[in-house]
């Protein structure tokens, strides 16, 4: 019993107590968190996830901004009913640069990790716009507005060059090309487009609705709705050479 | 955790108590029920085996795989391939009939209609609406109008390569601006427009204008009785059936900023099965041909 008489120096000393919670606490967390970091089998590398562009960035930017993961997952669960109705499950290495990521836990909508390609520009905008244009039963808000307010993209390099320090492979050249990189991505007719599809493989241009006045926060949430899950060809995807 | 030197009972309710004291008050040491108890014990059993029969520990040169060799993407696939283990059958019939063939089977058709309508909920109904009726832009395919025909074989083509999806095979072909590009003026634009309307709906005004700007300028898509070419997905100006509206200002937003709606191409993101499935069920939709 001598071992519950030292005991009683946690029970009687708050600050002694606290330490040794926290120290009992980081070694739980540790042994549990710690191996994730270096385990193979966990760190999955996936051919065709790269950053998003400029554009795209901006757009994720707005899409955090407004709340969307509230009522959108983007994470397709390796579930028969999930992978029939979303598509491929996702996988960890797709939202690997993303900070933060926006997996969800809320579907008052539907997922909306492969949602890219899947419907057009103008159903997406449309949609924006009026939700119960397009789906009567819809419960979800309009963001008619973004069509309205233009894109802020100021300190987009700023949010690159934050996204290169956690890790985002946002080189200096691609930081120095953002600004013209947005404006690229907004003329589809441009021979711009192909230098940026290089640098970012995959990107698709879209029309900018804009006009004179330049992008809008709407061009950047299409531009990043449409291209969330595309980045990863499954038909090259080897499940198995990582079967967890 | 009971100090036993300090064995002591309560007068009052027999418990032993704990041996700490505050101000004259022991506290009671209450054995926890046994039921409790033994389930706690059990889960921790349970615990035990699960660590041996599932996924557990990590481990510097990976982890504990378990004995069951349980993976959830093992488990994943297995569920599906059970899901088409049993629509193998059916879908098979699907792989191997033509859509015509498929068509005339009513077994057949019946699979490929519920199979279709399941398909269409997920990935067609947000433009095209749950019943197929469409909405402003999104053509109905219930109403026996096609922009790009309706037979099973041009249904078909339309959802594998869609309408302006970039697919080399898609659709073409754009309703011009005539307005933006400067082809016609304001006033031309409203003369065919109200030639436009008259086509639905008879006036006994004077229309004369616009059918010659029509026939110089919409005659060579929409044809001279303007009753449409699916060819170039000229729509039948002729009915009440419109994608974007009927009314003479719809009609001259349509000729001054051009139309062109966009139909992704499917034939990359759904199985040749899925697609003939589809296909009936949109042909039978209420305006198969």
């Known amino acids: ?32 968190i710690g191996p994730l970091f270096y385990l193979k089998s966990t760190i999955e590398t996936v051919d065709g996830v790269r950053p998003y562009t400029p554009l795209e960035l901006a757009g994720r930017n707005i899409y955090v901004r407004e709340g969307c993961y509230l009522c959108h997952s983007q994470m397709i669960r390796s579930l028969r009913d999930e992978v029939e109705r979303y598509g491929h499950y996702s996988l960890a290495a797709e939202s690997k640069y993303d900070h933060p990521f926006q997996w969800g836990s809320k579907r008052t909508g539907p997922d909306l990790a492969r949602v890219g390609g899947k419907y057009s520009d103008d159903w997406q905008r449309g949609h924006l716009n009026d939700p119960r244009s397009v789906v009567p039963g819809s419960v979800m808000p309009r963001y008619g507005f973004l069509a309205e307010t233009p894109l802020d993209f100021a300190h987009i390099q700023e949010d690159m060059q934050i996204l290169a320090l956690e890790g985002v492979p946002y080189t200096p050249d691609l930081i120095a090309k953002a600004k013209a990189d947005v404006k690229a991505q907004l003329s589809p ?49 080897d499940a198995k050479a990582n079967w967890r | 955790m009971v100090d036993n030197t300090h064995q002591d009972i309560d007068a009052a ?13 022991k506290e009671l040491n209450t054995p926890l029920p046994k039921w409790w108890l033994y389930i706690l014990y059990a889960t921790m059993v349970w615990a035990v085996g699960y660590w041996f029969l599932y996924p557990a520990i990590p481990l510097p040169g990976g982890h504990t795989a378990g004995l069951l060799g349980w993976t959830s993407r093992g488990a994943v696939t297995a569920d599906l391939q059970d899901l088409q283990a049993q629509r193998a059958a059916m879908v098979g019939q699907l792989n191997k009939s033509t859509l015509q063939q498929i068509a005339a089977d009513p077994k057949l058709a019946e699979f490929a209609r519920a199979y279709g309508r399941s398909s269409f909920g997920v990935n067609c109904a947000p433009c095209h609406g749950s019943n197929g009726q469409g909405s402003v832009g999104y053509p109905n395919l219930t109403a026996d109008r096609w922009l790009w025909g309706g037979k099973l074989d041009q249904i078909s083509q339309t959802i594998t390569h869609g309408a302006r999806s970039g697919d080399a095979d898609g659709h073409e072909g754009n309703m011009p601006a005539f307005g933006k590009d400067g082809i016609l003026t304001k006033d031309q634009i409203g003369q065919v427009a109200a030639y436009v309307v008259s086509l639905s709906t008879p006036t006994t005004a004077d229309v004369s204008a616009g ?33 974007y509206g009927g009314d003479k200002a719809t009609i001259q937003e349509t000729l001054t900023n051009g139309r062109g709606g966009h139909m992704p191409a499917w034939g990359s993101k759904l199985d040749p099965a899925t697609i003939k499935a589809l296909t009936v069920y949109v042909h039978s939709l209420g305006g198969g041909q």
């Open chain 1, 1 to 32: 019993m001598s071992m519950w008489k030292h005991h009683a120096i946690f029970e009687k000393n708050s600050l002694v107590l606290l330490v040794g919670i926290l120290i009992v606490v980081a070694i739980g967390g540790l042994v549990e």
């Open chain 1, 189 to 237: 007719d441009d021979p711009s487009v192909a230098d940026l599809v290089k640098r970012y493989p995959k990107a698709v241009a879209h029309a900018s609705l804009g006009g004179e006045a330049g992008p809008t926060e709407q061009d950047a949430l299409v531009a990043y709705l449409q291209m969330l899950g595309t980045t990863v060809d499954f038909k090259l995807f």
């Open chain 2, 211 to 243: 059918k010659k700007v029509f026939a110089e300028n919409c005659a060579p898509c929409h044809g001279d009785n303007a009753k449409g070419n699916s060819d170039v997905g000229a729509p039948n100006l002729t009915t009440k059936i419109w994608l």
């Open chain 2, 13 to 25: 309710t027999g418990t032993a108590t704990t041996g700490h004291e505050w101000d004259g008050i």
